[in-house]
């Protein structure tokens, strides 16, 4: 079956400009999480998602960061007014139930310039 | 609190050597660990989970882990490197218990692998 999506897969934007990024997880899947991947912090937990439950945004670093999920579908997550060290690739994961395995998406190679 | 140690950021082997990557665990509850695998330009790709069941954990690719308790290690083999295990990988490690969802990570090992 098909697997973790994610799009776009590049994204290059200039500093302070907001961006969206999507990620559509394995269809039946209900917990969706959003990691982020840089060189000098390595893979970080940003924001999870159970069902119709309040996310854990307990890993978002700043308010420019907001994620959103529609039931049991599609997220997104937007950070606003871009600064370069958030140049980073985003990686979303989803699993069958909370404490299941979380499957992967290729990821959002975001640079900020 | 969870944290993991990986130990080299960066491991060469001889094709068909022995390959261990190292990981050690810090978790106040027992842990559920893994090992993923990262090719290049791609998403993570889980090898294998330990789950409080057999300490010896198989998964793919004939890659193997330990859980030691008393050593808190969960490290990677496998008895023969090819060349497409050239990849970086991670161990991570969740909680058990309620709220046993995030993941986190250890910062990762390059492995090259020379023919």
């Known amino acids: 079956g098909a697997g973790v999506s994610q799009s776009p897969s590049n994204k290059v934007t200039e500093k302070g400009k907001d961006v969206e990024l999507r990620c559509d997880p394995i269809?039946?899947?209900?917990?969706l999480y959003w990691y982020r991947q840089s060189l000098g912090q390595g893979l970080e937990f940003l924001i999870y998602?159970?069902?119709?439950?309040?996310?854990?945004k307990s890993g978002l670093p700043s308010d420019r960061f907001s994620a959103e999920r529609t039931g049991e579908s599609v997220s997104t997550l937007t950070i606003q007014r871009t600064q370069q060290e958030d140049s980073a690739v985003y990686l979303c994961?989803?699993?069958?139930?909370?404490?299941?395995?979380?499957?992967f998406g290729p990821g959002t190679r975001l640079t900020v310039l | 609190a969870q944290s993991v140690t990986q130990l080299g950021s960066h491991v060469s082997v001889s094709e068909g050597a022995l390959v261990l990557l190292r990981c050690n665990y810090s978790?106040?509850?027992?842990?559920?660990l893994f090992w993923y695998v990262q090719y290049p330009n791609q998403g993570l790709q889980l090898l294998l989970k330990?789950?409080?069941?057999?300490?010896l954990v198989k998964g793919i690719n004939g890659f193997e882990a330990e859980f030691k308790k008393s050593e808190t290690s969960f490290h990677l083999t496998k008895p023969s490197a090819h060349m497409s295990d050239a990849a970086e990988y991670f161990c991570?490690?969740?909680?058990?218990?309620?709220?046993?969802?995030?993941?986190?990570f250890g910062k990762g090992t390059k492995l090259s692998v020379i023919p």
């Open positions: 978790s106040s509850v027992p842990p559920y």
């Open positions: 330990y789950t409080s069941a057999a300490t």
């Open positions: 991570a490690v969740t909680r058990s218990g309620a709220g046993s969802y995030q993941l986190t």
């Open positions: 269809s039946g899947h209900t917990a």
């Open positions: 994961a989803s699993s069958l139930a909370r404490r299941d395995t979380q499957y």
């Open positions: 998602f159970q069902g119709n439950s309040a996310p854990d």
